[in-house]
């Protein structure tokens, strides 16, 4: 394990910077955090988490997917594809690391979206252990020990130090290459810390929360249960959690007319949204519920089953947070699960 | 703290509910964190008992539910409605979006919502909350129990806010309130005193987070198009599509427009927004602009009032007038 001094965070992230892009956590004006370039003068924020998540940096909302250019009868097809340089995101939490695994599965699966798969390949990621968890967090219901974040670096702060580990190769080549600024280190103040935390993971309010009731092949069982209706009859149906959820990918692809030709792009989809996965015949959710329901069993059910049980819920919170009407996967699971 | 109390809406549910009256109520539905709660349709006296809530976090404004809930239900539905709510209720009627006939309503004071963004960025971990004559009593995971005054927390449309009076209602709890000269047009004034490079900075700001959820749209009480044009993706201006620069911004300037006159200043496009963008001071903009030009105007005040976009009077502003006015005001 490696350590770096606080007071050398900045020289840290200038000697990254010069050879690849940063993006990290820093603080909005509304009291928020995004996801933003590290320049000179970047601080680092504080927040557990970001509103939108990490999964914008390899699956961004918009994108532009290839251009077509007419002229008289003929088409010219154009490759607009920018080739991605080497990037770093970091600070990302357990929660939101997990979810790129469940986005992997859908993106680098064949066939394999090379838009997404060459982003994913040029990241490196430093995923950053929580020691504050807000009372919206439930990632150990999957499985996730925020105090031991995944990615190809895992980082533990104190007051004093940013304790770093490589887990990969590119993780090992990273902590290689800012070598000069780091110290080797023993493992004690984060064992201390990780306790610490542990500690408290286990008393957050919904630590009892358990997904017994769900995983594959519980299609029938639940498809019908009357729960779908009494907890979407006041769904708005925008698409905040949709877009704030780091495991939604849902995407639509459309064409804009340039005028003298086409830029083919894709966008972000919602479940919610009255127009979402419209075909030729119409809808096929007509209604709230069932877009509703389609939201919840893709994540606790379909998408196991698919998948060798991995649900598409890490945890994070942001829908809890979120919600205009505060409605929820925890409290669908509870509802469902009785109250577990 | 709210002087209205849960168990005197609890009583008044029931009663009417149990009276047949009505036969379902809409209500507030107790969550996780005492913060988090749901709007809810109740229907049996059990559920009322176990689920109603009523505390500083029930902002969410009921009128638009009504549009859906009245043409589905058999009998009357009961709706609370704080004063902001009942111009919303108005406003609605005025418009025919929904049967008066099929509705209870029940209107209540309001001593101001409190804002959970605000909270949440002055206390770490909320338990559990208790609401006290002087302060929320917060249980948290870090710091104990954490006293926040009602004030530090409030919201800014309560703060700003433009009546206490309830304006529509079968019955009411409590007592009624009254208009407030309020000093909800002073963010707008400072707005209008910037130069215009400013202000398009100030709004590419604020417009730039925006994530075209458009939660904004679906809480608002004056979007209750059957089908909204950004749904329509024939339209040409798609609904999920955020980064074109176009967009971002006239998404949100199209629905000023569109809601212009209309507009009661709810604020719910505000609480509602993931961004915490502050949307509501685009519509302000326009109900002060409409208050200087055609005189004093407050959608939703009483049923069937015309809006002054769309009523003609002799002392209407001349369209030399408004170009004059754009061309000083930029």
Redesign the interface.
């Known amino acids: 394990m490696r350590k770096l001094s606080l007071d050398n965070l900045n020289k840290f992230f200038a000697a990254v910077a010069e050879s690849k892009t940063i993006y990290l956590p820093v603080d909005q004006k509304d009291g928020s955090a995004k996801y933003a370039k590290w320049a000179e003068g970047t601080e680092w924020s504080n927040a557990l988490n970001t509103v939108r998540s990490p999964k914008d940096l390899f699956f961004p909302q918009t994108e532009d997917l290839m251009e077509f250019k007419t002229e008289g009868k003929n088409i010219e097809i154009i490759d607009i594809r920018k080739e991605s340089e080497d990037f770093v995101i970091f600070g990302v939490r357990a929660c939101d690391v997990k979810s790129f695994e469940v986005l992997d599965r859908v993106f680098l699966s064949e066939p394999v979206d090379s838009f997404y798969a060459s982003r994913r390949e040029h990241a490196i990621i430093v995923a950053l252990a929580c020691t504050r968890p807000s009372e919206t967090c439930f990632c150990t219901t999957f499985g996730i020990d925020a105090t031991e974040p995944a990615g190809d670096v895992s980082a533990w702060k104190t007051d004093s130090a940013l304790y770093l580990k490589a887990n990969t190769e590119k993780g090992e080549a990273f902590l290689k290459s800012i070598e000069a600024l780091t110290e080797d280190a023993d493992t004690a103040e984060v064992d201390a810390q990780k306790t610490k935390t542990a500690e408290i993971m286990k008393k957050l309010p919904l630590a009892d929360l358990t997904t017994d009731a769900f995983g594959g092949g519980k299609t029938e069982e639940l498809w019908n249960n009357p729960v779908w209706d009494e907890m979407s009859q006041t769904c708005l149906g925008c698409g905040t959690c949709t877009f704030v959820c780091p495991t939604c990918q849902c995407y639509d692809i459309k064409d804009f007319n340039t005028g003298n030709g086409v830029i083919r792009y894709r966008c972000w989809d919602s479940c919610m949204y009255s127009e979402f996965t419209r075909m030729a015949h119409g809808n096929n959710r007509l209604s709230q519920k069932e877009r509703f329901r389609q939201r919840f069993m893709h994540k606790l059910v379909y998408y196991p089953e698919n998948n060798e049980g991995l649900f598409s819920c890490v945890g994070c919170g942001r829908c809890l947070a979120k919600c205009p009407i505060s409605m929820n996967i925890v409290k669908v699971m509870k509802k469902i699960g009785g109250d577990k | 703290m709210q002087k209205i109390t849960r168990d005197q809406l609890i009583t008044k549910a029931v009663e009417l509910l149990s009276n047949g009256t009505v036969s379902a109520v809409l209500g507030w539905k107790k969550?996780?964190?005492d913060y988090?709660?749901?709007?809810?349709?109740f229907t049996t006296e059990e559920e009322i008992n176990n689920g109603f809530v009523y505390n500083d976090f029930c902002g969410?404004n009921f009128s638009k539910?009504l549009v859906a809930k009245t043409k589905k239900l058999e009998g009357k539905i009961l709706v609370f409605l704080k004063p902001c709510d009942s111009y919303s209720f108005n406003q609605l009627l005025t418009e025919h979006r929904f049967d008066r006939e099929k509705v209870y309503a029940v209107g209540i004071g309001c001593e101001g919502m409190a804002d959970v963004?605000k909270l949440?960025?002055k206390v770490?971990?909320?338990?559990s909350i208790d609401y006290n004559d002087d302060g929320m009593y917060v249980d948290t995971?870090?710091d104990g129990t954490v006293k926040v005054d009602y004030a530090e927390v409030m919201a800014e449309r309560c703060i700003n806010c433009k009546s206490k009076k309830c304006v529509a209602y079968d019955e009411l709890l409590g007592e009624d309130g009254e208009v407030i000269d309020s000093a909800r047009f002073d963010e707008v004034a400072s707005l209008e005193a910037m130069t215009p490079d400013e202000r398009f900075a100030f709004w590419q700001?604020e417009l730039s987070?925006c994530?075209?959820?458009?939660?904004c749209?679906?809480?608002c009480p004056a979007c209750t198009c059957e089908k909204c044009v950004f749904?329509n993706?024939g339209s040409g201006v798609?609904?999920?599509?955020?980064?074109?620069s176009f967009e971002e911004q006239m998404f949100h300037i199209i629905r000023a427009f569109h809601v212009a006159g209309r507009c009661t200043d709810c604020g719910e496009c505000s609480?509602?927004c993931?961004?915490?963008i502050p949307l509501h001071l685009l519509n302000r903009k326009f109900i002060k602009d409409m208050n200087e030009c055609y005189g004093e105007y407050q959608a939703g005040a009483e049923v069937g009032s015309r809006a002054p976009l769309v009523d003609y009077t002799e002392g209407d502003l001349e369209p030399g007038e408004v170009f004059e006015r754009g061309e000083n005001d930029a």
């Not at chain 2, 770490?124 to 338990?127: E, F, K, L, N, P």
């Not at chain 2, 798609?238 to 980064?243: F, G, I, M, R, Y």
């Open positions: 969550g996780e964190f988090d709660i749901t709007p809810a349709v969410a539910y963004v949440k960025n770490d971990g909320i338990v995971l870090y700001g987070r994530i075209r959820c458009n939660a749209r679906d809480a749904d993706p798609e609904n999920k599509a955020p980064v074109t609480r509602v993931p961004q915490n």
